[in-house]
């Protein structure tokens, strides 16, 4: 089941902005290490700016609603789902998606994990559980059955590659 | 770079197979051969491509190669997860003689002539039947483009093709002295007639250098950094999103829409109005949904406002009173129940239940003056070509399908309506327009798996041994509907599989279908089919006749297959592995179940608890399972795991419930998938077999829940009759 905690967790982080009559501005956004500039509404989610203004479609829409996890990416290392943060939550944080994961120690060894085990079927899900999955180990290098529970079952899979995604990570963790 | 190479070179000498080529995204390989290394393959790195790829030696519709080595497999089936990338191009490499890191593989276009699914008579991927339906084919494809490529060389040699030989993508000659590698040869190859492909020898299974390794799936790689292209991933210039409401009740139509306060949001560009809904085009779909909630639509409901599920269990129940299409009558069922020394009698029933596939529906269409194309991730690319004809008026030619990888479809994507909507939004919009559904669209305007309802009756003898069998199903007809040249004399063969030929010896049997449709909803094939129904009533109440013959369910089973060496085999294995025999604590239970389904043999074993509360946990998963010879067990393992969580995911939590002809689910907190702490240990063990290869996707789906709902029994000594399973019935009533 979805833990109460981490959608708790999830909306405190970046709370809804507050209604404003203001005309929109452009946001200013470090993805990846680059910077890029967006003329949106202030309450846009995050998850349509990656995807449809920048063309970055590695981070997935699966739910919309903090459901299913297909859309995270780190905020300032915390795994965000982008689905419901809207941009004008982000300030300068720095965020990380699905296509620099492999840039940093955890989401290299993850990667290499997931195919020395075939982790992935349809993969749809996939990126969402590697950013879940990096953010784990950037915190808990080496986690407890109990630590992945709790930090992955926010993410859905509905191919069902939970097993190996258990065992993937531990293997990283090995690494 | 390194996560992207699946075989990294084994040692450091000289003559390395393969390398990167720094940066350029290409990987190389050399040949072995004299000492010399040539490099004869240029193979994209992502090796799964969006576009169709000319090359010269193209001897049928699977294989291209061009003079730059690159050695391309055209897939006629898609991959959606299943794993059918990566073991069909091992039958075309088997016999082309390529290893799997050396080619890339690319969708099919849509070609009936080409690519169809000698099973299912069209280019389809369905009924776990991939591995069935190309696996001489395939192979055969690959032996011809060998031969051709052997007789090239030969003939530039000026030898004998029967002394040279073909391997890792070269020909070389008798003497090992010479060789040319397949891009070398393809001009040359290219030129020769090609042989009947019946004519081509194919190889012996004991020579089988690929086929039955757990070769690694060509398709990952790229599903592990974002690289990965889904239909819902598709960009083109000028490319604008649409986000859609469709009437919420089924058959409604748009009644009002509040134009102008959509259009006044940021970035949003046009209203589009069809009868049956909106949809809001922008620039992205932030704007797009934001546009949707401001045009406060209000619809006409229509007919069908007072769609019930009660209604329709209760026309159900009363329409399987009567007798329906007779799909197997064997002796005299009526009789025999009439003497049998003792009688039983249960009726079941499962729900409607949403696809719900991770990749939401979405396609992109860029309508023109005489043609289109359109962008979709489909398990029937012709079959969307033809509705898309009767849409738009166009030929077959001019609607160029551009098929994806599927983020899933488990039978959704057997289905052109999503194309069918965006095809009439775009003929709307100038230039290309991508339509995206929110989950919530995806899980209330899905076409469901039927609501079955299910009248079983036995006739037991003084031994407890079965004497009499009747099953009855009474639900809606996806065949009437999608394939109505074989819905004949009212009966829907799918319907009723794995219902009328269950595997055990039963001497007096009867097995009949009640069509009934329920009005409004839309029905369709979810995973597993006939067979996700019908396993889990026959092995349901087969356990209930063990129980009632006061006989062990493994042991009772085992006496009515005597005579089905295969289904013994797995059912054996399953409860040997499984530890059947030794004691569980209070409140577990194990259950079992067993099913030919799609060509293959498979029993499981579950265990589980069952809590004072109700709540069931599912502990493990032990299955046996002979799907004749596997072509890639890895794959296999897989789709034990993924397809059993997915039957688990309904059996546990699964329903669609319609009031007022709405949906009332809408997204995954009220319609519920298993998650990561929910899911038991699943294990996996095959028969070694030399039969021809069985299905396997839907397998495990269609066997997992009689085999929780008989443990759960097991463990409380309540039956569960109704999916999905209900806490509240099993709580301890102390
Ligand atoms: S799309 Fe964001 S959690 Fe599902
Ligand atoms: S791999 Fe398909 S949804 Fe996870």
């Known amino acids: 089941m979805l833990s109460p905690d981490f959608l708790a967790r999830v909306n405190s982080t970046f709370p809804p902005a507050p209604a404003t009559l203001e005309e929109a501005m452009a946001y200013n956004l470090k993805i990846n290490g680059t910077a890029h500039s967006v003329d949106v509404d202030d309450d846009t989610p995050l998850l349509w700016v990656i995807r449809d203004v920048l063309g970055m479609t590695g981070t997935k829409f699966g739910c919309g609603a903090a459901l299913c996890g297909a859309c995270t990416v780190h905020i300032d290392g915390v795994a965000t789902r982008s689905c419901i943060t809207t941009v004008d939550s982000i300030g300068d944080s720095a965020i990380t998606t699905i296509e620099a994961i492999g840039e940093t120690p955890q989401g290299a060894a993850l990667q290499k994990a997931w195919l020395d085990l075939e982790v992935v079927q349809c993969g749809y899900c996939q990126s969402g559980q590697l950013m879940s999955a990096a953010a784990l180990l950037a915190e808990t290098p080496k986690p407890t059955d109990e630590d992945i529970n709790s930090a992955m079952s926010g993410n859905v899979c509905r191919c069902g590659t939970y097993q190996r995604i258990r065992a993937a990570i531990k293997q990283a963790a090995e690494a | ?734």
Not at chain 2, 316 to 345: F, H, M, T, Y
Not at chain 2, 431 to 439: A, L, T
Not at chain 2, 641 to 647: D, E, L, P, R, V
Request: hydrophobic share 40%; charged share 20%.
């Open chain 2, 1 to 734: 770079m390194d996560t992207l190479n699946l075989n990294e070179p084994t040692s450091g000498s000289s003559t390395s197979r393969r390398t990167f080529l720094k940066g350029g995204g290409l990987l190389l390989g050399f040949a072995l051969l004299g000492g010399t290394t040539t490099s004869v393959f240029a193979a994209n790195a992502a090796q799964v491509t969006e576009d169709e790829v000319k090359a010269p030696f193209a001897p049928n519709g699977f294989i291209r190669i061009d003079p730059k080595g690159t050695v391309t497999l055209v897939m006629p089936m898609v991959e959606m997860g299943q794993g059918t990338y990566t073991s069909l191009a091992m039958l075309l490499a088997e016999e082309l003689e390529v290893d799997l890191d050396q080619v890339q593989v690319q969708h099919a276009p849509p070609n009936d002539a080409l690519y169809a699914n000698s099973i299912l008579h069209i280019q389809s991927t369905g009924l776990s039947s991939s591995v069935r339906a190309f696996w001489t084919p395939l192979r055969q494809a690959g032996a011809v483009g060998r031969t051709l490529l052997i007789a090239a060389a030969a003939k530039q040699w000026g030898v004998e093709p029967g002394t040279c030989k073909a391997a890792h993508g070269v020909v070389t000659d008798a003497s090992g002295s010479k060789h040319l590698s397949y891009g070398e040869l393809a001009d040359a190859a290219s030129k020769l007639p090609v042989p009947a492909a019946d004519s081509v020898k194919l190889k012996e299974p004991k020579d089988f250098t690929l086929i039955g390794t757990p070769a690694k799936r060509v398709d990952t790689p790229m599903k592990v950094d974002g690289r990965a292209i889904y239909g819902i991933d598709t960009k083109l210039p000028g490319m604008k999103v649409a986000a859609i409401s469709i009437s919420p009740v089924f058959g409604g139509k748009v009644k009002t829409v509040d134009e102008k306060a959509a259009l006044a949001v940021k970035g949003v560009h046009q209203v589009v109005k069809i009868d049956e809904a909106v949809a809001v085009v922008a620039d992205h779909l932030g704007a797009a949904k934001k546009g949707l909630e401001a045009a406060a639509i209000e619809w006409d409901d229509g007919p069908h406002a007072t769609v019930n599920t009660a209604d329709i269990i209760m026309e159900l129940e009363e329409k399987s009173k009567q007798p329906g299409a007779v799909a197997r009558n064997e002796g005299d069922a009526e009789k025999a129940l009439g003497s049998a020394a003792q009688r039983i009698d249960a009726i079941y029933q499962v729900p409607f239940l949403a696809h719900a596939t991770m990749e939401p529906m979405n396609c992109t269409v860029h309508m023109q003056k005489d043609s289109c194309d359109i962008w979709v991730g489909t398990q029937v690319p012709t079959l969307t070509q033809m509705f898309v004809a009767g849409v738009t008026g166009f030929p077959k030619e001019a609607i160029r399908i551009h098929n994806h990888l599927l983020g899933g479809g488990f039978g959704r994507r057997l289905e052109p309506d999503g194309t069918v909507l965006a095809v009439k939004i775009a003929k709307q919009v100038d230039g290309p327009v991508k339509v995206v559904w929110s989950r919530e669209e995806d899980i209330q305007h899905d076409m469901y798996r039927p609501y079955y309802y299910d009248r079983m009756s036995a006739g037991l003898d003084a031994d407890g041994k079965p004497v009499a069998w009747t099953h009855r199903i009474a639900g809606s007809s996806i065949f009437a509907r999608y394939v109505p040249q074989l819905f004949v004399n009212g009966l829907d063969p799918d319907a009723v599989e794995a219902a009328a030929e269950p595997p055990y010896a039963l001497p007096n049997i009867h097995v009949d279908y009640v069509q009934v449709e329920p009005p409004g909803v839309p029905t369709a094939f979810w995973r597993g089919v006939g067979p996700t129904h019908n396993v889990f009533v026959v092995e349901s109440f087969m356990d209930e006749l063990a129980h009632a013959a006061k006989q062990d369910p493994v042991a009772y089973r085992k006496a009515l297959l005597a005579n089905n060496p295969r289904a013994l085999g797995v059912l054996t294995l399953a409860a040997e592995k499984s530890g059947w025999d030794t004691p569980l604590p209070d409140g577990q239970g194990r259950g079992v179940s067993v099913a030919f389904i799609f060509g293959s043999y498979v029993a499981q074993v579950a265990e589980v608890t069952v809590g004072p509360d109700g709540a069931v946990k599912v502990n493990r998963i032990v299955c046996g399972l002979d799907c004749g010879l596997s072509v890639n067990p890895d794959t296999i393992e897989a789709q034990i795991q993924g397809g059993s969580i997915f039957g688990l995911t309904a059996v546990l939590h699964g329903a669609i419930t319609i009031k007022d002809g709405r949906v009332e689910q809408s997204n995954f907190d009220n319609y519920l998938p298993m998650r990561i702490d929910e899911v038991p240990v699943i294990e996996t063990h095959l028969v070694k077999s030399a039969e021809a290869p069985g299905g396997i996707g839907e397998v495990p789906t269609s066997i997992v829940s009689a085999a929780v709902t008989n443990a759960i029994f097991a463990a409380t000594g309540k039956r569960v009759r109704t999916l999905p399973v209900d806490p509240e019935m099993l709580k301890s009533s102390s």
